[in-house]
């Protein structure tokens, strides 16, 4: 790990950082495993939330540095139903809006490409989520999805 990250661990572990907090800070180091398994998103959504998330939160880690697995994290937050306490109760859960915003996605590159999502080189899945930022890409519907 990189002086950085040292330094990231230093601080975690210092009698400055209530148990609470540390168990939190460590469990968003935890890296990319190629045989995570899903819990909540299907396979294929999981796929096209990693994708999505290499684009909008790059990590470039140095050679000392590792990649955090944010795809992970989100998909077992998913899967306990935890999210930050606030919704509107007419709105689908954080799983339906997920696995709805993730369809969505690759029905958008199947209208742009004929290919899903994962499948576009990182350009065009760039090009894809800036059009869906700015509004230019829209649907009319984006009902939960089971």
């Avoid at 140095?62 to 935890?82: C, S």
């Avoid at 696995?99 to 894809?128: C, H, I, M, V």
Wanted: proline share 6%; glycine share 6%; hydrophobic share 45%.
């Amino acid at each position: 790990m990189s002086s950085s990250g040292d330094a990231y661990l230093r601080l975690i572990h210092s009698p400055r950082v209530s148990p609470q907090t540390r168990k939190v800070m460590l469990t968003r180091l935890a890296v990319v495993d190629p045989d995570y398994a899903p819990m909540a998103l299907a396979s294929g959504e999981f796929d096209t939330l990693r994708h999505v998330l290499a684009r909008v939160i790059p990590q470039l880690p140095g050679e000392d540095e590792v990649e955090i697995d944010l795809a992970a994290r989100m998909d077992k937050q998913l899967a306990d139903a935890k999210g930050d306490g606030w919704r509107y109760a007419s709105l689908p859960s954080d799983l339906e809006a997920y696995r709805a915003g993730l369809l969505l996605l690759d029905e958008f590159a199947f209208a742009q490409s004929k290919f899903a999502f994962t499948l576009l080189a990182p350009e065009a899945q760039e090009r894809l989520l800036q059009g869906v930022a700015s509004g230019e890409l829209q649907s009319g519907r984006l009902e939960p999805v089971s």
